[in-house]
């Protein structure tokens, strides 16, 4: 095998195969830890979900913003992404962020998948450098915005953050919001993002063909006014300050990831309300 034909590896991080019987699913875990010294507390620490498309990504931008805290107000963190081994990711992941819908097959892992995460994962990390358990964030892009939301109605002590990158609320809007309802008031943060092309059209695909067909789809789900919808109960709920959405400008669904990380990074930096 040439050089140039050699497998991309990140230096630094670490790849560890778990299987999870609640889930019936196998994955990996990505654990990338910096290479400063903890802070007393210990690291703050993200957690990934659909690590196949932002770790590598998320651990860049920490390395690069955390070498100056004061400029950029991201500090140190551990990274961990989870990743569905095999070829079944797309079945997969659809199990494992959604609760059940009727006419909906191969969904309502989602009690299944945070067991997984609360039994394997995070103690796989904590097994590898010192982790504050007050600064965890979860970080999840569409139906793993969905969990990121739904994870915050139901296990909300396990993490003190949430980003939810345009959240796909429209899978059960009026479960979740009514599990929003209830939650009380707490010390958490909370990040929602959409795109503005997400329910527009950018420019180079306003002539293509089937143009009009995509337009109606995505503006039939209501993406924006579900997402406004959830930031203003969680406002109500946390208290404003601790919610904010942010509608990205020349972002679709695909390019917000990227986008998002940095925003997500300076929350999980924080120290304080």
Known sequence: MTSGSAPFTLAGATSHPLHAAETGGAYLVDIAVPDTPPPPGGYPLVLLLDGAGCFGTAVEAVRRMGRRPDATAVTPLVVVAVRTAGSHGLVQRQHDFTTPVANRPGSG???????FLQGQVLPLANGLAPIDPERRTLFGHSLAGYFTLWVLAHHRQTFRNYTAVSPSVWWDRDGLLAALTALPA????????????????????????????????????????????????????????????????????????????????????????
């Open 109 to 115: 892992g989602a009690a299944a998948f945070m067991a």
């Open 186 to 273: 707490a010390d958490h943060r909370v990040l929602l993002t959409l795109g503005a092309f997400e329910e527009a059209l950018p420019p180079w695909q306003q002539h293509s063909a089937g143009a009009d067909q995509a337009l109606a789809r995505r503006q039939s789900r209501q993406v924006r006014a579900g997402i406004e919808q959830v930031a203003a109960l969680l406002s109500e709920r946390l208290g404003p300050q601790r919610v904010r959405f942010e509608l990205l400008a020349d972002e679709d669904h695909a390019s917000i990831v990227s986008a998002a990380i940095p925003r997500m990074l300076r929350l999980a930096s924080r120290i304080g309300p």
